[in-house]
């Protein structure tokens, strides 16, 4: 089963667990997310990455400019560890990883939090690639992809102990959308994948075929 098949047969299963109310709370909430536009009007093709310096778990600084210099960029925007969409799409990046170093290429992951919280989800999830920390989602703010919580949603993740204020070092309650790019050197972005919906994520398969394109664009270019 792919990795998109995998991620809505899960979300199945989940939404068919909750009670009504928080079945329709959260359905709510992806169509509140639908209106604002807030996939769409985020980082996109053709757009260039903004510049980041943030810490992995063990204090590591990584800076977009230094990794942009050794070749093509998979970035990938998780909401946390707590996620289970997020658990599975670590997994399948971390799975994709020897075949995107193959194509010259960096995978790399940003979650909201401290460094402290990034270094317990790597012990967790055992992935090899930089997982880095985005204390008050700033990196994921500039670009364009988080959004305020509803009261609703609010009282969900409450009510499974998840203080996204404290764990996140902000003040207000926000959360990255999932999201993976593909960023030349130049840093302009070459494929974007963005959804309000946790449980929709493109196969790696898709970031593959287009770092080959990128390598044979490049191929043609200097011939």
């Known amino acids: ?35 604002m536009r807030v996939a769409e009007e985020g980082l996109g093709v053709g757009d260039p990455l903004p510049d980041f310096s943030l810490e992995d778990g063990a204090g590591r600084v990584w800076n977009s400019g230094d990794l942009l210099d050794r070749g093509p960029l998979v970035l990938a925007l998780f909401r946390g560890g707590w996620c289970p969409y997020c658990e599975l799409t670590m997994r399948a990046l971390e799975d994709a990883r020897p075949a995107i170093g193959a194509l010259g290429a960096t995978a790399v ?55 996204f204020p404290t764990m996140h070092h902000e003040p207000i309650w926000r959360l990255p959308l999932p999201a993976v790019f593909v960023v030349e050197p130049n840093a302009r972005v070459a494929f974007a994948f963005s959804d309000v919906d946790p449980s ?23 011939r």
């Open 1 to 35: 089963m792919s990795l998109s098949q995998t991620l809505l047969e899960l979300s199945r299963r989940h939404l068919a667990e909750l009670p009504p109310n928080e079945r329709a709370d959260f359905e709510d909430e992806l169509d509140r997310l639908r209106m």
């Open 109 to 163: 992951g940003v979650m909201p939090g401290a460094r402290d919280t990034v270094a317990s989800t790597v012990a967790k999830r055992g992935v090899r690639f930089p997982l880095l920390a985005d204390p008050a989602n700033a990196f994921a703010r500039m670009c364009g992809l988080t959004y305020e919580l509803s009261p609703a949603h609010i009282r969900i993740h409450r009510t499974r102990g998840r203080d």
């Open 200 to 222: 929709r994520w493109p196969d790696p398969d898709a970031l593959l075929a287009s770092l080959e394109d990128l390598r044979n664009a490049h191929a043609l270019s200097n």
